[in-house]
């Protein structure tokens, strides 16, 4: 077996730099890669792109490296949890293309999956379109969107092997498996680490061609962003 | 008029047997608190799960396991998980039977604005643009004016559109309408509301055919 593990999150983060673009997995704050993302804020990369569902909350996830104007563009589908965002945002100091959460989706499998483009009717007829070639098909219209072009994909999985194999937890899969092989490096952090072969692999997410470097992160928070009960 | 709930109490109606549903924040998520427990249905969350049950006991809440609200849920017995893009292949692909959402705005025509207001809220639109883009059967769930009594239901819509010629059904704590030849087809009433309120709060075309039943609970 091929080992991807790297010993920490600063050899897993080694060659980041300043002006590239991201991928990010999560959805809210559930399964989002806590330890890159302390790491980016102490290597404080700047100018950097991510792409990422949303963006955190004022003092934790991605929100880190928005306080310390780390980021000159956000790619997401919601954005709406967080104030510091929202001035950066409409005061114009951060970029912001906002997309469908599936077109969001679905241009990290093609770029996962070599395909350059695809078409999907989300967003026609709306600013989504706007200067975007679009197509009839089956009597409906749809949008051409691309794949994305990223030089890093970090992503949080529960369980990984030693050879990059991957299972994810709850809704804390969600984008984290479409981001692995989508960027030119994937760097999976997982809560436990074990040796190849002990992983069933028939239980296996995603295999761990896609993954490059693999660590066991540290000090999970997982924090809840709406924590909701129901009475007895 | 309805309540909040009275709104999601009126639309589970509309939800029947083998129906996968996806429901949106607000009132839509209430929506399941009334579904009737003698039909088969299965709730989708966008973020990765079929198979949703109702919000955890305190102390049993997992921050591995939300909706697309962000809040804490449990999965129902037969649940099973999904990554984004399989997510999206249920809604897109038409696998989905019933899309339920709210709105800022609906026109006449089936168009909705829920995603933006220019220069003073910006959230995004999440998975509402995939979900109206593709869902054969959208139902809106919405006051029927905003705070100011303005008319929500509209010949055209301001706000910058989420999804066009796609909304079906809408209940409002009015009334429910239907979308029919690029006019609003009133179907039921509230209880204790008179179609000429309806008509006052409505400023897209009504179509108004004999007497207009209300609302059974």
Known sequence: ?232 | MLDKNQIAQRIAQEVKEGYYVNLGIGIPTLVANFVRDDIQVEFQSENGILGMGPFPFEGEEDADLINAGKQTITALKGASYFDSATSFSMIRGQHVDLTILGAMEVSQNGDIANWKIPGKMVKGMGGAMDLVASAENIIVAMMHTNRAGQSKLLKQCSLPLTGVNCVKKIVSNLAVLEVVDGKFKLLERAPGVSVSQIQEATLGELIIEGEIPQMKF
């Open chain 1, 1 to 232: 077996m091929i080992n991807k593990t790297v010993v920490n999150v600063q050899q897993a983060c080694k060659g980041v730099q300043d002006g590239m673009t991201f991928m990010l997995g999560g959805f809210g704050l559930c399964g989002i890669p806590e330890n890159a993302i302390a790491e980016l804020v102490r290597l404080d990369v700047k100018k950097v792109t991510c792409i990422s569902n949303n963006a955190g909350v004022d003092d934790f996830g991605l929100g880190l490296l928005l306080q310390k104007r780390q980021i000159k563009k956000m790619i997401s589908s919601y954005v709406g949890e967080n104030a510091e965002f929202e001035r950066q945002m409409l005061s114009g100091e951060l970029d912001v293309e906002l997309i469908p959460q599936g077109t969001l989706a679905q241009r990290c499998l093609a770029a996962q999956s070599g395909v350059p483009a695809f078409y999907t009717p989300a967003g026609y007829g709306t600013e989504v379109g706007e200067g975007k070639e679009s197509r009839e098909f089956n009597g409906k219209m749809h949008l051409l969107e691309h794949a994305f072009n990223a030089q890093f994909s970090f992503v949080k999985a529960w369980k990984g092997d030693t050879a990059g194999n991957l299972i994810f937890k709850g809704t804390a899969r969600n984008f984290n498996p479409n981001m692995c092989g989508a960027a030119k490096i994937t760097v999976a952090e997982v809560e436990q680490l074990v040796p190849a072969g002990e992983l069933d692999p028939n239980q296996i997410h995603i295999p761990g061609i896609f993954v490059q470097r693999i660590f066991q992160g540290k000090q999970y928070q997982k924090r809840i962003e709406q924590r909701t009960v129901r009475q007895l």
